[in-house]
């Protein structure tokens, strides 16, 4: 038998990735030579494009943020003659919303699989819920290590029992003489405490800290060892703040002999030591919101005595007289409990003589072949229903995504607007449209992908923005190479697609600062939404609206201010529209998309029915002009298009390309209707050669995109303009494809509850 294991993998330091590779060398290693050759294999995940030098065992690798590698890895397993598939599931270690970017993965499996779940929430979001019952819809077997998590997948999540599997968390079987490990650490003659794993504010040490001061009092003797570096997560957005918080109430308490931080990610050898020197291991979390803990199943396997919070797991694991509790953050009595033990070595030796004995059931060889006797009977059925899905994205076809370009045309004023091929044209400056897009951009990316380089190139495009805000709330457009200023006030457009830039800002800003920034020059620029005059002005500024009103829903005066402009296209619609003609202009010209765009946004905002058969409407005129042989032929700029006269083929630029992609995947988002992503796709590979010409625009030495093309071949210059439409058009392919998976999720969920059958699904 063959299994393929995904989940985190050492040497990346991650709870899952140890749990992962004792459980690959229990099943793989330990079962191997008792019942024939069976051979394993690791699919592991990278955080943040973080790269690892893995064993041997590990055959590919998925980044987190990287949708496609999740579908490579399907097709990677599917190929690898693998008869079932072990997953590990934690909401934090997989990318997109709640780690949905896996299920692509699961639906394209042609094998079985098992799930172990580590983490069970009790009031999961919409989003969390939908999420987990589809990947327990798929899966042949869910393992759970607590029976509270039982009780929650078949009351919240609905998971039929038979289902469900449970098997405890595995320890090593590991054992270290007390005394000797003691002496080792120089701990000898000292009343150890210990608490392991990741530090996070929800591990409530300083709840132990503020005990100490009266335990110390009768046991003088006593030291607090605080094993193990900040969580990754927390270090990434928090940094060591609580780390240091927690060293400054030490000194405050005058502790600093009682305390000892050892700031590592130790090895399973070092750390049984430790738990073997220790008199009492404390788990001291904040909230019952646990269902597992690997810290506390190892120091219940090494036979430590455990004292904690009653969180779910614990209450389960230190049944039966296997350790005390305390309540949460009750410093009081936990200082009261600490006493009580050190002072009755007894009482701790018949702890610790029950925890040995419980943690002798759940070593992991022991664990290890549950896990693989439960893979033998899945591998062993003899069929199992795998419907095929059709699927309106191929990404694999889509190539990597990548900021070079776009490194390459900014600097620490912003990004340069155009580009001599792929090589930055300093003679024209800057310009506020550009910035704007480039703004728009890295937030995608960074909100979609985690891009840490699009992360750093926002206030870069953030402060040229603000640098340009006139004091009456307009903007400046064009500034010199040498940051002189060209114009007094920008163009109505560059108003407006600054506007969305800022509106996406403040819907989705990575930190405070950004959003008080971005906050501030919004609501300067406020008071000249409603004196636009250009309709692309007032269709860029809408969307840029919407997008702030989606997350500030009870601005009225914003909320009015959109009702005012969605009235203003409204009345031209109705002024230019005939039976043939269902548009807002006499002539069809350029960024044609961004109009029924604005109209869509607006729909979803005011749930008005009259802007929604707007946007319909004249999306589905724009629709037939421009994807009649089912790729996109975007209208031409030579001539453009006017009523009664023949439409302009060339010359074809990418900013109406992205604005068709935008359209569609708006479209798809307030109706559900797949045909809106079939042609989001085709809009997007006109990109890639699906056009007029058969000629890709992309250029994949530099990374960049091409201005566009006429009839006599692609105009070869990359500048920013160009290459963000395909950036912003790329993550917009993203973006769709992981709502298309979600409403999936949803219409399977419907199904599912209706049929009791096990199902496995691919695309």
Request: net charge negative; hydrophobic share 40%.
């Amino acid at each position: 038998m063959k299994i393929a294991f995904i989940g985190t993998y050492p040497p990346r330091e991650c709870g899952i990735g140890t749990f992962t590779k004792n459980l690959f060398n229990s099943v793989i290693s330990e079962n191997a030579a008792s019942e024939g050759k069976h051979e394993g294999f690791v699919v592991a995940l990278n955080d943040n494009n973080a790269h690892y030098d893995y064993p041997v065992e590990v055959k590919t690798s998925i980044n987190q943020e990287q949708l496609e590698d999740y579908i490579e890895a399907a097709r990677f397993i599917n190929l690898s003659g693998a008869d079932v598939c072990v997953l590990e599931h934690e909401f934090g270690i997989f990318g997109g919303q709640d780690g949905v970017n896996i299920l692509p993965l699961l639906h394209r499996l042609d094998i079985p699989y098992i799930v172990t779940l580590h983490t069970i929430l009790k009031k999961p979001s919409y989003n969390q819920k939908a999420v987990l019952q589809q990947i327990c819809s798929m899966a042949q077997k869910i393992v759970v290590m607590s029976h509270k998590a039982i009780d929650f997948l078949t009351t919240i999540y609905d998971v039929p029992a038979q289902k469900i599997a449970f098997i405890e968390h595995g320890v090593p079987d590991l054992q270290y003489n007390s005394e000797k490990s003691k002496k080792e650490f120089k701990l000898d003659h000292k009343k150890v405490l210990l608490t392991f794993g990741f530090i996070g504010r929800n591990k409530g040490i300083e709840t132990v800290i503020n005990a100490l001061p009266a335990v110390v009092k009768s046991n003088p003797d006593v030291i607090y060892i605080i094993l193990g570096k900040t969580h990754p997560n927390v270090l990434r957005h928090s940094g060591e703040e609580y780390r240091i918080y927690l060293m400054r109430l030490v000194k405050n308490l005058g502790l600093e002999k009682h305390v000892v931080f050892l700031n590592e990610f130790i090895n399973v050898q070092d750390l049984f030591k430790y738990l073997s020197a220790t008199d009492i291991y404390i788990t001291p979390y904040l909230n019952e919101a646990q269902i597992t803990s690997g810290t506390l199943s190892y120091a219940v396997g090494v036979g430590a005595a455990a004292i904690s919070t009653p969180y779910w797991h614990a209450e389960e694991l230190l049944a039966d007289g296997r350790g005390r509790f305390f309540d949460f953050k009750d410093e009081k009595a936990l200082a009261k409990l600490l006493t009580e033990l050190l002072d009755n070595p007894k009482t701790l030796a018949e702890i610790k003589e029950k925890a040995y004995t419980y943690g002798r059931n759940i070593t992991w060889p022991k664990t290890g072949e549950k896990y693989f006797q439960l893979a033998k009977t899945i591998s062993e059925q003899d069929v199992f229903e795998i419907p095929k899905k059709d699927s309106v994205f191929d990404l694999l076809i889509m190539p990597p995504f990548s900021l070079t370009h776009i490194n390459r045309l900014t600097d620490d004023t912003g990004i340069i607007q155009h580009a001599k091929f792929g090589i930055p044209d300093l003679k024209q400056g800057y310009c506020l449209d550009d910035n704007a897009r480039a703004l728009l951009m890295v937030l995608m990316a960074y909100n979609q992908m985690k891009d840490t380089r699009a992360l750093e190139l926002s206030p870069i495009y953030l402060s040229y923005i603000h640098y340009l805000q006139n004091s009456d709330g307009t903007f400046r457009n064009f500034l010199s190479f040498s940051r002189q200023f060209l114009d007094e006030v920008g163009s109505e457009d560059s108003f407006g697609r600054t506007i969305w830039a800022l509106g996406y800002l403040l819907g989705f800003a990575p930190n405070d600062a950004y959003y008080q920034t971005g906050k501030e020059i919004f609501y300067k620029a406020a008071p000249n939404f409603e004196k636009l005059k250009s309709i692309r002005s007032i269709a860029n500024t809408m969307i840029g609206v919407c997008h702030y009103l989606k997350s500030h829903p009870d601005d009225d005066s914003m909320m009015e201010r959109l009702r005012n402009m969605a009235k203003q296209l409204s009345r031209h619609y109705r002024e230019n529209e005939s039976p043939d003609w269902k548009w807002f202009e006499p002539l069809l010209a350029y960024d044609n998309g961004i109009l029924p765009l604005a109209m869509l946004h607006s729909a979803e905002i005011l749930n008005d029915n009259e802007i929604t058969g707007i946007a319909i409407s004249s999306m589905d005129f724009l629709t037939n002009h421009t994807l009649k042989n089912n790729y996109l032929s975007v209208i031409g700029n030579e001539k453009w298009f006017k009523k009664g006269s023949e439409r302009s083929l060339f010359a074809q630029q990418p900013i109406d390309a992205m604005a068709s992609v935008l359209m569609y995947n708006q479209a798809f988002h307030l109706t559900k209707n797949k045909e809106h992503l079939n042609k989001l796709y085709a809009s997007f590979l006109w990109f890639l050669g699906e056009n007029d010409l058969r000629l890709s625009l992309y250029d994949f030495e530099t990374h960049g995109c091409c201005d566009g093309f006429e009839q006599n071949g692609v105009n070869r210059n990359q500048g920013a303009e160009s290459s963000l439409a395909y950036l912003i058009s790329y993550l917009t392919v993203l973006q769709a494809y992981s709502s298309f998976i979600k409403s999936e999720t949803v219409i399977s969920e419907k199904k599912d509850s209706k049929s009791s059958t096990l199902k496995v699904r691919t695309n």
